[in-house]
């Protein structure tokens, strides 16, 4: 195929590729359209009161068209036409969009149906508020003109206490001269924007809308933040009854000697099974010894003369005594006692020996009384036969 055929073929599919990569950039960094058109609408009161100032109100409707609104309205603008008393109407009247050269037959469409309207009963501005407010947040830019006899009260818009106000004071001038109250509002975005009232006969004045805000600049994504990597983390605690433990291994066990020192082993006593020794009785009875040492026995009692002993002052006539072995008073049996250790045992051992041998001292100074207390009573008797005999 020959080149130059084919470049001239795919030529216009080329440019328009690169003419289309060219503007795009463009569209997109054009700013935001501003809103050039407004709605207008016109609410009239028809209750029985209006039906005298009516001339008074197709004046004014007059001298407003042909000004243009004071030269606010703009081509393609539409302008709305409701009526109420008691009640609400809407939708009456089609939607008029406005022209400069349509100015007079858009005023005299206005002026006919009002002029058609049955004026009766008594004015109520709350039959505007719910559909009036859905007009209100739906449009970019509302004016609202009203008007009306002031015989009743609005409570529903920013500036409800100056126009109650101002009804209560122009109230009576306005019906003497048979003018009617104009209010004028003005929404922006769903806002209220402004308002003013007005006296005809006169020109009736509008506020200016507040201007618009200025589009937001592109915000710029802010920079990714420096990504911090977490400390690490310890491990677990486990928790077991009393002790708080972490899963970390055992540490290494400590190292041991090769060659430990001998470990020597304890002798246990031995025990012993016979010869169970009695416990001795915590409170022996001793018996008592005699104050006075016994009187010395002469070898030839003959020879001497008989002497009588004198018996002790102090003490009572002492009778024999039976020693008679006392068992421990609480005897203690085992099957398998344990012999006491060797450094343990001589103390006790000891004390059962001096034990014994008091018992036995007192054993014998019984028996020397006794025998010596026998002899004395068989002196005694020879005596008092020798003397029987005398």
């Known amino acids: ?15 328009a590729l690169c003419a289309g990569f060219f503007l795009v950039p463009a569209g997109r960094a054009q700013p935001a359209p501003q809103i050039t058109d407004s709605r207008y609408l016109f609410i009239f009161d028809t209750s029985a009161e209006m039906k005298k100032r009516w001339p008074a109100v197709r004046a004014e409707v007059n001298g407003l068209m042909s000004t243009g609104m004071g030269g606010q309205l703009r081509t393609g603008d539409s302008l709305g036409v409701w009526a109420f008393d008691r009640d609400l109407r809407t939708g009456q009247l ?4 406005w022209r400069p050269e349509d100015a007079v037959t858009i005023a005299s469409n206005i002026n006919q149906f009002v002029g058609e309207q049955h004026y009766a009963n008594g004015t109520r501005f709350n039959a505007l508020q719910p559909q009036l407010n859905q ?45 009617p109250f104009v209010l004028v509002f003005r929404t922006q975005l769903g806002q209220y924007a402004g308002s003013t009232m007005n006296f005809p006969p006169g020109m009736v004045s509008v506020p200016e809308f507040p201007p618009l805000a200025a589009p937001p600049a592109p915000v710029k994504a802010p920079p990714p933040a420096p990504v911090v990597k977490p400390p690490p983390i310890g491990p677990p605690l486990i928790i077991i009854g009393t002790k708080v433990e972490t899963n970390w291994p055992p540490p290494p066990a400590p190292a041991v000697p090769t060659n430990p020192a001998p470990v020597t082993p304890m002798k246990a006593a031995p025990l012993v099974t016979t010869n169970i020794v009695p416990a001795a009785p915590t409170n022996p009875v001793t018996p008592p010894l005699p104050t006075n040492p016994a009187p010395t026995i002469q070898a030839n009692a003959a020879a001497a003369p008989p002497a009588i002993p004198v018996a002790p002052t102090n003490s009572p006539p002492v009778s024999p005594v039976k020693l008679v072995p006392i068992p421990p008073s609480n005897p203690m049996t085992t099957t398998n006692p344990v ?52």
């Open 1 to 15: 195929m020959n080149l130059p055929k084919l470049f001239l073929r795919r030529a216009p599919a080329v440019f």
């Open 94 to 97: 089609p939607l008029q969009h």
């Open 135 to 179: 007009v209100i947040r739906n449009s970019a830019r509302l004016t609202v003109l009203i008007f009306c006899d002031g015989a009743d009260e609005i409570k529903w818009t920013p500036y409800d206490d100056g126009i109650n106000q101002v009804f209560q004071q122009r109230l009576a001038e306005q019906k003497r001269t048979r003018q």
């Open 339 to 390: 012999a006491a250790s060797p450094e343990n045992s001589g103390p006790n051992h000891k004390s059962a020996l001096v034990i014994g041998g008091a018992l036995l001292v007192a054993a014998g100074a019984l028996v020397v009384l006794a025998v010596f207390r026998s002899r004395r009573s068989d002196r005694s008797s020879l005596i008092s036969r020798a003397m029987r005999k005398d």
